[in-house]
Every structure is written in C-alpha cells, then in structure tokens.
Nanobody, 126 residues
C-alpha cells in the first residue's frame, strides 16, 4: 500500500503563501499520479489538484486555479503544492494521496483505495 504523507501546513494571513509537501518512503512518487485534496469540517474531501505520472499533466479545482501550483521534485521524492494569495476559504485539512490505480484527470477524483494518511492543517486568518 502506497501512502504518502502531507506536511507544511500552518497559520497564515490572507494573501500570503504556503507550500505543502507530499513525501514518501519506500516507493517513488514519480511512478504515481499524485493528488492533493482538502477537507472542511463535516464535509467530504474535495480534489484540489493533481499531477499525472505519465506526462506531468496537471489539473486544478476552479477555486484554486491561478493561485495554486503542483510540482514534483524527483531528487527529493516529493510533490509540492505551492499556495499563493491564500483566502480564508482555503482553510481546511489538506491531504496528498495516491494508489496503484489512481489517475490524474480534470475531475480530480479520489484514489479508490480510500487510504488517507495524516493530513496537514492550513488555516488562513488575520
């Protein structure tokens, strides 16, 4: 079972930036499509962004398009989510996830395995 771990959350003011990291041990993230998801209290997880394994294609939720950027650092076996111009509505727990069959598409669906590691809290507040 492949389960990357998200980190890098924190408390930031509106308009500021934060970079989340998705790291893995025991498997190579380059071989997998990776998705970033977030969850508001009492709500289902929603897709934020994903990056494909095959050609590096990326997709974003409309709510973050133009503000968030997903990228890979193969040398560090890490996927990043750079979040700029943060808004209070970006406050949520953020997760990165993948599985053997996860495919990055514009629908930003979740991995079928339903395996979620520990998320990282992002709070945007003045």
């Amino acid at each position: 079972q492949v389960q990357p771990v998200a980190s890098g959350g924190g408390l930031v003011q509106p308009g500021k930036s934060l970079r989340l990291s998705c790291a893995a041990s025991g498997f190579t993230l380059d071989n997998y499509a990776i998705g970033w998801f977030r969850q508001y209290p009492g709500k289902e997880r929603e897709g934020v962004s994903c990056i494909s394994a095959s050609d590096g294609s990326t997709y974003y939720a409309d709510s973050v398009k133009g503000r968030f950027t997903i990228s890979r650092d193969s040398a560090k076996n890490t996927v990043y989510l750079q979040m700029n111009s943060l808004k209070p509505e970006d406050t949520a727990v953020y997760y990165c996830a993948t599985d053997l069959f996860f495919v990055c598409t514009s629908t930003l669906g979740t991995p079928a395995s339903g395996s979620w590691g520990q998320g990282t809290q992002v709070t945007v507040s003045s």
